[in-house]
């Protein structure tokens, strides 16, 4: 069974950094047609694609976003990190992190955490 | 990047059914077959309804089908359920030049 959890902090003022952890268990993302991707959700607002790692360790960030995301993986400890900074009161959203299945360059995240809930403010 | 367009309601009776529409264009829906569709209540995490266009990931019922005509992909509900009351998202593959994926803009569903 496949399960995520995202962690971090609830709580971050304009300017500062964000770090989230996204912590899976049921697969490896050393194994070939594996990914974990990163979506957010303003409240209220639609579902934002931010970043994806594939198990070959290439990456993919959205193109708005990209300055300011880096995504890592730990393959032993099961984990990817995703970084956003600047952090902006716009940036306030529910975080979700996902497994993602695919070939090539097309993955489709088929496997979703419960989401962290983010907000900016001073 | 611009979102997917949805409409942002539709809804249906029980037991009839209700198509969504995601208009994008030739670098997104039009260029590749690979868009997914999620569904998402109130509070919850998205869940994964099709990928490549029409495909259905196991445990999702046959009621749910996708398809897609240039640069518009399409989900229809048929035999809608009160449980199929939810937000429906769609998403397509954007291209190899580092434009990933794009999410569409959300339909609300309601069943009256």
């Known amino acids: 069974q496949i399960t995520l959890k995202e962690s971090g902090p609830t709580l971050v003022k304009p300017t500062q950094t964000l770090t989230l952890t996204c912590t899976f268990s049921g697969f490896s993302l050393s194994t070939s047609g594996v990914g974990v991707g990163w979506i957010r959700q303003p409240p209220g607002k639609a579902l934002e694609w931010l970043a994806l790692i594939y198990w070959d360790d290439d990456k993919r960030y959205s193109p708005s976003l990209k300055s300011r995301l880096t995504i890592t993986k730990d393959t032993s400890k099961n984990q990817v990190v995703l970084t956003m900074t600047n952090m902006d009161p716009v940036d306030t959203a529910t975080y979700y992190c996902?497994?993602?299945?695919?070939?090539?360059?097309?993955?489709?995240?088929?496997?979703w955490g419960k989401g962290t809930t983010v907000t900016v403010s001073s | 990047q611009s979102a997917l367009t949805q409409p942002p309601s539709a809804s249906g009776s029980p037991g009839q059914s209700v198509t969504i529409s995601c208009t994008g264009t030739?670098?997104?829906?039009?260029?590749?077959?690979?868009v997914s569709w999620y569904q998402q209540h109130p509070g919850k995490a998205p869940k994964l309804m099709i990928y490549?266009?029409?495909k259905r990931p196991s445990g999702v019922p046959d009621r749910f089908s996708g398809s897609k005509s240039g640069n518009t992909a399409s989900l229809t509900v048929s035999g809608l359920q009160a449980e199929d009351e939810a937000d429906y998202y769609c998403?397509?593959?954007?291209?190899?030049?580092?434009?990933?994926?794009?999410f569409g803009t959300g339909t609300k569903v309601t069943v009256l």
């Open positions: 998403s397509s593959y954007a291209g190899s030049n580092n434009r990933g994926y794009v």
């Open positions: 996902a497994h993602a299945s695919g070939y090539g360059v097309y993955y489709y995240m088929d496997v």
């Open positions: 030739s670098s997104d829906v039009g260029g590749y077959n690979y």
């Open positions: 490549e266009v029409s």
